[in-house]
């Protein structure tokens, strides 16, 4: 793994969050406006960058705080050509330790896509629970989801390495 490093994404990263967030997610993707009012927001928005090249995001997490003590992962992608070299797990394992940090946080909770087995197998591996229940057409595409669930007070949350 080349060396890495996750920081918050900025307003200036907006154009090239965008970008990515369009070219994975297509039809499903948040639109600029959506991101930017994201990014203003002062929550878990945080960007995976290649140190040895300047400013090269190559993947991105948000996750925001519900009222019910939970908070959700509502974004979370690598871009294609760095993909299943690790860096989807480290940015999930970093950002489930921020998580961890805050106080009274009790349920990590995302939703994924039934055929995204890659990211369900993901998750699982991170101790992420699958609710039976299946969202039909949650995403603008029509396609249906799973909710995942991790509790954070678990002591068997897998620690990635
Ligand atoms: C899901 C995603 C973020 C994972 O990022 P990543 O950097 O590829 O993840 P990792 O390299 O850490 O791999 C995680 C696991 O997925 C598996 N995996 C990753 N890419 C894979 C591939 N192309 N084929 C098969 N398995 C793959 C690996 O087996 C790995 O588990 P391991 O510990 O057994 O190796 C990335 O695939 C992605 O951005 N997908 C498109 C967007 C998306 O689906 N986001 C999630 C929305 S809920």
Known sequence: ?????????????LNKI???EKKIFKENA???ELIEKLIMKNLFFLKLEISKVKNKIIGF????K???????IINFLIDPKFQNKGYGSYLLQYTIEKIKKLNNI???TLNVQLSNSIAICLY???NFKRNP???ENYYQSGESAYLMELEINSRLTKTYK
Do not use: H
């Open 1 to 13: 793994m080349a060396l890495i490093e996750v920081k918050k994404v900025l307003t200036k990263d």
């Open 18 to 20: 965008t970008t990515l």
């Open 30 to 32: 948040f639109s600029k």
């Open 61 to 64: 997490i948000i996750a925001l």
């Open 66 to 72: 519900d009222q019910n003590k939970n908070v959700s």
């Open 106 to 108: 009790k349920k990590i």
């Open 124 to 126: 699982e591996k991170f």
């Open 133 to 135: 229940t299946i969202l």
